[in-house]
């Protein structure tokens, strides 16, 4: 019988933050890698040490020792200093399916130009594994996986298997059953030695189908341990029944593969959490951060990445140096205890402003390259506007837009001269203000300076904006236009073409869909509850009080109708426990209020909802639901390039406290932008640009809840319902910052259809709801300190423009940018569809790149479900 080879993993887990700030952890950072370089150098017997597969860390260290760089590349090049593929170990049910790709993108290309970048998906510590990711994976030459959560053995009984994604791609997947701390603490006593050895190791052989065992060496910030060639050595004078070796993840695989067989196959995300935790609420904790994270990731790929495309084409500068430094921002803050909130609050007020930091950069680049454009078309009126369309086809619509507007009436014109509607939904008075920082260069040439200027918010009925390009809109003084603001009334109903709803008497919204004569009751309520749990998980008091708003004090009804938004504003006052023993005790003696803004635009099939809870109570959760009277065994919500059907209720939870799970395995679980309850021929979908968080409840399970917000008093917490036993963090960490008290503001959307799931297309729908066309004012009296001043142009570009690349009907474009190592295009498209397949046209054909756009893809004719693919166009 063949020895068992022992592969003595060497490595450090390093949370650049949690607990501590991370500075701290960089400080001490510095120190660890400085001592595992002197190590490495000093021992050709220390043949590999794994530094958490994370390029930043290599980054963070010579920000500090430059002088090492040299150093550094030879250790990695020999792949004895182990690195990437990841820029940050992230976590994958949380953050965008962009943000995964560019922080890959970005932690191989970092770790190859060092010398090398580990070919393995390393994920030691993340909450769960995203059902896509093996196509990830291998689009950038990643074959093997290596991780700790997410399998239990009732469908594991080994730690080696066969991982295949969603789109069907498979790769060979390696468990550490007892996580990546389990060989820490080696004793060096002889004695203690063997059995220790005897123990540690069996554990690992009873688990592990071949000969071959993952033995990891290191902890959370672990110092190198020197004497670790000395250690195995005398490993192997003990013990003659086992050889032992210092390995590295890749050799360690290279073992592996030549002994495995007939290995079992698991499919999809991995997310059970018999042996280790997996928090599968933390995609609520700290709503206003996750707010934060999803809106930059919005942006970034919806909206600013297409702008620059379309900047880029009309000949300026592709700023890829400002891009990379606003996405290592997002990833720095995608680490999985960072983006998760799990953090004390000094971290989180660091994550905050890392998101300001990011937020800022991100719109004022878009707004440098609009103006690049825009001051570059022939100014015909003094009130002149460039709106831009990020999406890849020709977009009509109602879209938002905030400008400086005068006092006197106008008509909003397009290049066509066709008159557009539109209405003012709220104005202020900066005259003093705007007319005082105006600047003229050139004082021969006379502008126009309005008497009075107001900065207002405005909707504007548009048509036709060209893909992936621009349009012209003016201000016409000369013409006066009937309607500018909406007219007010105490009315409780609004509609479009679509839909009518009315404020019913249980405080609900009744919503009748006009086109399929169907009527939706119980809309729209708002369920508050006790949080018992912590920065990790969402867990129920033990002694609950639910409220909602049905139990609500109306304040106020207020509509607001124009000719192309109506919108029915409600405040509602909850009362409300203060605190946990109140609410034990039955207690409500707090209010708080709800004021909702729901609006209809014209000929649109979205229901958009803008919340804002005025919080001062502590250590509760607030969702809204929506009542679909569709019985459901699974919803369908989108992950990472894919829709996923999930199952409304885990059979283990009637199990779990039986076999003694890490934590209850909830039916709480993450989307991207969507969920959606459906039959073949109907359904409800609601979409989110705040928390990614939903559950389907009900006794039916035909209602879908969605995650607002959720507060508590620590980091961690022990007994909880949802999670016996130890605390996860640090139980004596107090997180004040983490009951949210003020103002929370939600934005969300509902979507009714009548149709399958497919034909509806409802992930076309998210994304244009989250890519509203951003738009440049071009007026000459702002000209100045408002905007830093601009001397004249050449007037050179045309009023409208088409950047033009080519589209795939049915798929959903996720990004569209400049390549990295070319002067062409990166399109990158997938299929949103559960069943139907799409056909790619010929003109896509030999232009096929992998994720990381070194190489072409295979020819594809059709895209598959869950499928992704890249392209690359010239300019």
């Known amino acids: 019988?063949?020895?068992?080879?022992?592969?003595?993993?060497?490595?450090?887990?390093?949370?650049?933050?949690?607990?501590?700030?991370?500075?701290?952890?960089?400080?001490?950072?510095?120190?660890?890698?400085?001592?595992?370089?002197?190590?490495?150098?000093?021992?050709?017997?220390?043949?590999?040490?794994?530094?958490?597969?994370?390029?930043?860390l290599i980054e963070d260290y010579l920000r500090y020792c430059p002088e090492d760089k040299t150093r550094l590349e030879k250790l990695i090049a020999e792949k004895r200093l182990i690195t990437g593929p990841w820029y940050t170990q992230t976590d994958q049910l949380v953050i965008?399916?962009?943000?995964?790709?560019?922080?890959?993108?970005?932690?191989?290309?970092?770790?190859?130009?060092?010398?090398?970048?580990?070919?393995?998906?390393?994920?030691?510590?993340?909450?769960?594994?995203?059902?896509?990711?093996?196509?990830?994976?291998?689009?950038?030459?990643?074959?093997?996986?290596?991780?700790?959560?997410?399998?239990?053995?009732?469908?594991?009984?080994q730690t080696e298997f066969i991982w295949r994604g969603d789109d069907g791609t498979e790769m060979l997947a390696e468990q550490i059953p007892f996580g990546y701390y389990y060989g820490a603490n080696i004793p060096e006593n002889d004695a203690e030695l063997k059995t220790y050895l005897d123990e540690q190791i069996g554990a690992l052989e009873e688990k592990a189908s071949t000969p071959n065992v993952y033995f990891p060496n290191g902890l959370d910030q672990a110092p190198v341990r020197k004497n670790l060639p000395e250690l195995v050595a005398k490993f192997n004078e003990l013990d003659s029944t086992r050889e032992y070796q210092i390995a590295s993840p890749e050799t360690f695989f290279a073992d592996l593969e030549k002994d495995v067989t007939d290995l079992p196959v698991i499919a999809g995300e991995l997310t059970e959490g018999k042996h280790s935790r997996l928090h599968k609420s933390i995609?609520?904790?700290?709503?206003?951060?996750?707010?934060?994270?999803?809106?930059?990731?919005?942006?970034?790929?919806?909206?600013?990445?297409?702008?620059?495309?379309?900047?880029?084409?009309?000949?300026?500068?592709?700023?890829?140096?400002?891009?990379?430094?606003?996405?290592?921002?997002?990833?720095?803050?995608a680490a999985h205890d960072s983006i998760g909130g799990c953090n004390s609050d000094t971290t989180n007020r660091d994550v905050k402003h890392r998101y300001k930091l990011a937020s800022d950069l991100a719109a004022n680049l878009l707004d440098l390259n609009m103006r690049l454009i825009s001051e570059k078309i022939e100014q015909k009126q003094p009130f002149q506007f460039t709106v831009f369309n990020p999406l890849p086809y020709e977009k009509s619509g109602v879209i938002k837009m905030t400008a400086y507007i005068p006092e006197d009436n106008f008509t909003v014109e397009d290049t066509q001269g066709n008159t557009l509607e539109y209405t003012i939904l709220e104005k202020t008075d900066l005259t003093e203000y705007v007319l005082n920082q105006h600047i003229d260069l050139n004082p021969s040439r006379p502008v126009y300076l309005p008497e009075k200027v107001f900065l207002a918010t405005m909707l504007v009925n548009v048509n036709n904006l060209p893909a992936l390009g621009y349009d012209t809109i003016y201000f016409n003084l000369e013409k006066e236009t009937a309607e500018q603001e909406p007219t007010q009334s105490a009315a409780?109903?609004?509609?479009?073409?679509?839909?009518?709803?009315?404020?019913?008497?249980?405080?609900?919204?009744?919503?009748?869909?006009?086109?399929?004569?169907?009527?939706?009751?119980?809309?729209?309520?708002?369920?508050?509850?006790?949080?018992?749990?912590?920065?990790?998980?969402?867990?129920?008091?033990?002694?609950?009080?639910?409220?909602?708003?049905?139990?609500?004090?109306?304040?106020?009804?207020?509509?607001?109708?124009?000719?192309?938004?109506?919108?029915?504003?409600?405040?509602?006052?909850?009362?409300?426990?203060?605190?946990?023993?109140?609410?034990?005790?039955?207690?409500?003696?707090?209010?708080?209020?709800?004021?909702?803004?729901?609006?209809?635009?014209?000929?649109?099939?979205?229901?958009?909802?803008?919340?804002?809870?005025?919080?001062?109570?502590?250590?509760?959760?607030?969702?809204?639901?929506?009542?679909?009277?569709?019985?459901s065994k699974f919803s369908t919500a989108d992950q990472l390039f894919a829709p996923i059907k999930r199952p409304v209720r885990l059979p283990e939870m009637d199990v779990w406290e039986k076999e003694e799970w890490q934590e209850a395995p909830i039916s709480i679980e993450a989307m991207q932008s969507f969920v959606s309850l459906h039959d073949e021929s109907h359904g409800v979908a609601v979409m989110t640009e705040g928390v990614r968080e939903y559950e389907i409840i009900g006794e039916n399970y035909d209602t879908i809840s969605l995650t607002l917000f959720r507060t508590f008093s620590h980091m961690g917490k022990t007994d909880l319902l949802y999670r016996p036993g130890r605390a996860s963090g640090e139980s004596?960490?107090?997180?004040?910052?983490?009951?949210?008290?003020?103002?929370?503001?939600?934005?969300?959307?509902?979507?009714?259809?009548?149709?399958?799931?497919?034909?509806?297309?409802?992930?076309?729908?998210?994304?244009?709801?989250?890519?509203?066309?951003?738009?440049?004012?071009?007026?000459?009296?702002?000209?100045?300190?408002?905007?830093?001043?601009?001397?004249?142009?050449?007037?050179?570009?045309?009023?409208?423009?088409?950047?033009?690349?080519?589209?795939?009907?049915?798929?959903?474009?996720?990004?569209v940018k400049k390549a990295e190592d070319s002067d062409a295009f990166i399109t990158r498209f997938f299929n949103p569809y559960l069943q139907k397949e799409i056909t790619i046209p010929e003109i896509f054909q030999g232009k096929e790149r992998h994720l990381d756009e070194s190489k072409s893809n295979e020819k594809q004719t059709t895209l598959k479900h869950a499928k992704v693919q890249s392209y690359l166009f010239e300019k």
């Open 1 to 56: 019988m063949a020895k068992t080879k022992v592969h003595v993993i060497p490595h450090s887990h390093w949370d650049r933050e949690w607990y501590f700030t991370s500075s701290r952890s960089t400080i001490y950072l510095v120190k660890h890698l400085k001592e595992v370089i002197e190590t490495l150098e000093a021992k050709d017997s220390y043949h590999f040490y794994l530094m958490d597969a994370q390029s930043s």
């Open 96 to 157: 965008s399916q962009e943000s995964i790709v560019r922080n890959l993108l970005y932690g191989t290309r970092i770790a190859r130009e060092m010398g090398h970048s580990m070919a393995v998906g390393y994920v030691p510590d993340a909450f769960g594994q995203g059902g896509n990711m093996p196509q990830i994976y291998k689009e950038f030459g990643i074959s093997k996986f290596l991780f700790w959560r997410g399998v239990a053995d009732n469908r594991l009984k």
């Open 283 to 333: 995609f609520s904790t700290r709503a206003d951060l996750k707010q934060a994270n999803n809106q930059i990731e919005n942006f970034l790929s919806n909206v600013l990445e297409p702008v620059l495309s379309i900047s880029y084409s009309l000949g300026n500068r592709y700023p890829h140096n400002e891009l990379a430094e606003i996405w290592k921002l997002m990833f720095e803050n």
């Open 492 to 631: 409780s109903k609004i509609e479009n073409e679509f839909y009518e709803i009315q404020l019913a008497a249980n405080n609900s919204l009744t919503i009748h869909d006009k086109k399929a004569g169907r009527t939706y009751t119980n809309q729209m309520i708002f369920v508050e509850n006790g949080d018992d749990g912590d920065s990790y998980n969402y867990s129920p008091p033990r002694k609950d009080l639910v409220i909602s708003s049905k139990e609500a004090v109306v304040e106020s009804v207020e509509s607001n109708i124009s000719s192309i938004n109506q919108a029915l504003t409600i405040s509602f006052k909850l009362n409300v426990p203060y605190n946990l023993e109140e609410r034990a005790n039955g207690e409500k003696n707090n209010e708080m209020t709800i004021k909702t803004v729901i609006s209809l635009r014209k000929n649109e099939e979205l229901i958009r909802f803008d919340v804002q809870i005025a919080n001062q109570v502590l250590s509760h959760r607030l969702c809204v639901t929506f009542a679909t009277e569709i019985a």
């Open 732 to 815: 004596i960490v107090a997180t004040p910052d983490a009951q949210l008290l003020g103002e929370i503001n939600a934005t969300f959307a509902l979507n009714l259809f009548e149709s399958s799931f497919d034909e509806a297309d409802i992930a076309k729908k998210a994304k244009e709801y989250l890519s509203n066309p951003p738009v440049y004012q071009m007026s000459d009296f702002l000209n100045g300190r408002l905007i830093y001043v601009y001397r004249d142009e050449e007037k050179t570009l045309d009023a409208t423009y088409s950047l033009a690349l080519p589209t795939i009907d049915g798929a959903i474009i996720s990004a």
